[in-house]
């Protein structure tokens, strides 16, 4: 079965510094992909950012960018310059394709931007 | 920007009560889905739509729970009898048809069972 595994229950960051969430998975599937969904406090989750395990070139959008290593099973995320915005809990979340649309979900990394 | 909504945002109840939640998905997309999120966990894909038909239900309790999207647009999610564990927040997504199409996230159903 596939399982997400995020170690790092909560991350803080000082404003307008860099920080990395941490995500790990396991899968015996070669194609599948891979996301980061931000969950803000009484608010919906919302996409980040998204990752296809057959492409070698890590996404990227605007301060958000991951670091994929399809070997190691490592799926980490960079936040460049953060925000107080970015105050949240992130999921990181895997994707295999034939088995559907079923997101499998790690558990969450809550993080806290320090003004 | 269109939005999934969900009603009620906070419901509480008795065990052994019945409670339904409702989901309007955005207007087109084909694909609906409801997850629930422990408090502290990530959440879990309950069951899946696409239009009024089931595609996954693997993981929803069929002995109290249920769910239907009878016109392939709305969807109802139901306990009968809550438990106390089911004490959860009950997420509703919807997307495109493809497989891998962005799922977009409604506010949830905080459910507390007394």
């Known amino acids: 079965a596939q399982t997400v595994t995020q170690s790092q229950p909560e991350m803080s960051v000082q404003e307008a510094e860099t920080v990395t969430l941490s995500c790990t998975y396991d899968t015996s599937e070669s194609d599948y992909y891979l996301f980061w969904y931000k969950q803000p406090p009484s608010r919906q989750m919302i996409l980040v950012i998204r990752?296809?395990?057959?492409?070698?070139q890590n996404a990227t959008e605007n301060r958000f960018s991951v670091n994929f290593q399809k070997a190691a099973k490592s799926f980490s995320l960079k936040i460049s310059d953060s925000q107080l915005g970015d105050a949240a809990m992130y999921f990181c979340?895997?994707?295999?394709?034939?088995?559907?649309?079923?997101?499998?979900f790690g558990e969450g990394t809550q993080l806290t931007v320090n003004p | 920007e269109a939005e999934v909504a969900q009603s009620p945002r906070y419901k509480i109840t008795e065990k052994s009560q019945a409670v339904a939640f409702w989901c309007d998905p955005i207007s087109g997309h084909a694909t609906l889905y409801w997850y629930r999120q422990i408090l502290g966990q990530g959440p879990e894909l309950l069951v899946q739509f696409q239009d009024e038909s089931v595609v996954d239900d693997s993981q929803l309790p069929k002995d109290r729970f249920s769910a239907e999207r009878l016109k392939g647009v709305d969807s109802t999610l139901k306990i009968q009898p809550a438990e106390l564990g089911d004490s959860a927040m009950y997420l509703c997504a919807s997307s495109l048809p493809g497989v891998v199409d962005t799922q977009y996230f409604g506010p949830g159903t905080r459910l507390t069972v007394l």
């Open positions: 990752q296809e395990a057959y492409k070698q």
């Open positions: 979340a895997y994707l295999w394709e034939t088995s559907g649309s079923r997101l499998t």
